[in-house]
């Protein structure tokens, strides 16, 4: 059975740190239609701050511009979030991945978002072009009905 596309949303915020959790609980009630467990609605949560932390922080730095938000929900009860932004890009995808690494030149970052990130969602993917931005897609397997 093909999985079909059953509903989705677009969100477009400013890349401010107080917008962080706007998008984290948008998301989570956009998938609340799925009637989600209430530990998968926390990871989705996580994932998505973590996701829009790192846009606002490392993407833009001291610039501005806008986090996107794509959020589709799938048949099959697969939910995929896609984080993207017009930043500055990542130059080495698979060094940022490492827990710990952190590209806070101050270290004040954990260092842990990725990690945090992969380990909450049953893939994740990064798309990134130095000068152009960064998109995180996140895609998430929903408990089955009862």
């Known amino acids: 059975m093909k ?3 059953i509903n989705e949303m677009n969100l477009r915020i400013p890349a401010l740190s107080v917008n962080e959790s706007f998008a984290r609980y948008a ?3 956009f998938v609340s239609q799925l009637d989600p467990t209430l530990e998968e609605i926390a990871d989705i949560r996580t994932v998505v701050s973590e996701a829009v932390t790192n846009s606002v922080i490392h993407g833009y730095r001291d610039s501005k511009g806008d ?3 794509s959020v589709k929900y799938y048949s099959d009860r697969s939910v995929k979030i896609t984080v993207r932004d017009r930043g500055c890009g990542i130059a080495d995808i698979e060094k940022v991945t490492q827990p ?3 590209g806070d030149p101050a270290g004040e970052r954990g260092g842990m978002g990725f990690t945090i990130m992969s380990s909450f969602t049953d893939k994740m ?3 990134s072009v130095l000068g152009r931005g960064t998109a995180v897609i996140l895609i998430k397997r929903l408990h089955k009905d009862a």
């Open 27 to 29: 998301v989570s009630s």
């Open 3 to 5: 999985k079909e596309l």
């Open 125 to 127: 993917k990064i798309k």
């Open 67 to 69: 986090v996107f938000i």
């Open 100 to 102: 710990f690494y952190t």
